[in-house]
């Protein structure tokens, strides 16, 4: 018989929108090849950050807009978030902002540069918004990450339509959702052995609604990736053993970041994940074992 949560797993993975948010660290020069690229494939959703020193955020802005002008997708089917980083993050000698500023000032540099940056159109910045910003990391402090979220908050709804986190643990994110006027909505982590995989902070996360990304889903599990239950969907569906690892990491509610270099992998991944889905629809029950067998792995590794 056929689990609740089974049930909400299946439900997860055939969610019919993109399956992936297109990640533009390290890409440097080729960031705006990359990214329009990455949306001409069917990527919707792009994630960057206010960090020169690992992320070319003026470059997607050029991608975004020339892919609007060509009519290759329009601005409000688009999901684009960047971030906040500390001066700890960031490159001493190319930074948006004066790290000497207080906070609050970085914090108006910042997004004011993200705003500019991300402009859906050249010649004018007035409509421009972003669909979430995160900070890239808590402060040193949790009182400094709070004050930090105060002012983050002012540009919510009309600038900012959304907030949120990476790189953070559950007590500072139940902080700031229980401090906030405005709650968190994301959370982008690494999904890996050395966080237990989050699996305390995910059902905070799926219990308040707030989206978990992940990141180095794919370079931070080898093991995983070599797990019986990868290897068996990956042979039932007829896709590679890293699409079945985003199929089974999706259906426990994750959205996962993929950062292929490769034009031909985009398309691959989100081919596989389509193929994936449709196998589902057709073999529910080998699914739900397989689905299961590796929701249990994640969890017993968390122990």
């Known amino acids: 018989m056929t689990s609740a949560s089974s049930i909400a797993r299946v439900s997860r993975l055939q969610d019919d929108r993109p399956a992936f948010i297109y990640g533009t ?5 080729q960031t705006k090849r990359l990214v329009k690229e990455a949306l001409v494939q069917g990527f919707r959703r792009v994630d960057t ?42 490159d001493i000698n190319n930074m948006p902002y004066d790290p000497a500023a207080p906070l609050a000032a970085q914090l108006h540099t910042s997004v004011a540069s993200s705003l500019k940056n991300l402009r859906p159109q050249a010649e004018q910045e007035g409509d421009s918004y972003i669909d979430c910003l995160l ?63 989050d699996v305390p902070l995910r059902a905070f996360c799926t219990e308040h609604g707030i989206t978990y990304q992940s990141f180095w889903t794919l370079t931070g599990n080898p093991a995983l990736l070599k797990s019986q239950p990868v290897q068996v969907l990956a042979q039932a569906t ?22 292929t ?13 389509r193929q994936v889905r449709n196998w589902v629809t057709s073999n529910s029950h080998d699914w739900t074992k397989i689905s299961s067998e590796f929701d249990s792995l994640v969890k017993s590794l968390h122990t």
């Open 25 to 29: 660290a390290w890409k440097k020069d």
């Open 49 to 90: 950050a206010a960090q020169p020193r690992h992320y070319q955020e003026a470059l997607v802005g050029e991608a975004l807009r020339e892919a609007y002008k060509e009519g290759i997708v329009a601005r409000q089917d688009v999901y684009v978030q960047t971030k906040y980083t500390t001066p700890a993050g960031q």
């Open 135 to 197: 900070l890239h990391s808590p402060l040193p402090t949790i009182e400094q990450t709070l004050q930090a979220w105060d002012v983050l908050e002012t540009y919510v709804p009309d600038k900012i339509r959304t907030l949120g986190i990476s790189n953070v643990t559950l007590p500072v994110l139940q902080a700031i959702y229980e401090d906030s006027a405005i709650k968190p909505s994301v959370v982008q982590n690494r999904f890996y052995p050395q966080t237990r995989y």
């Open 238 to 259: 007829e896709v590679s053993p890293a699409i079945a690892l985003y199929a089974l990491i999706m259906d426990l509610g994750v959205m996962v970041l993929n950062g």
């Open 261 to 273: 270099t490769s034009d031909n992998h985009m398309q691959e991944d989100l081919d596989g994940i």
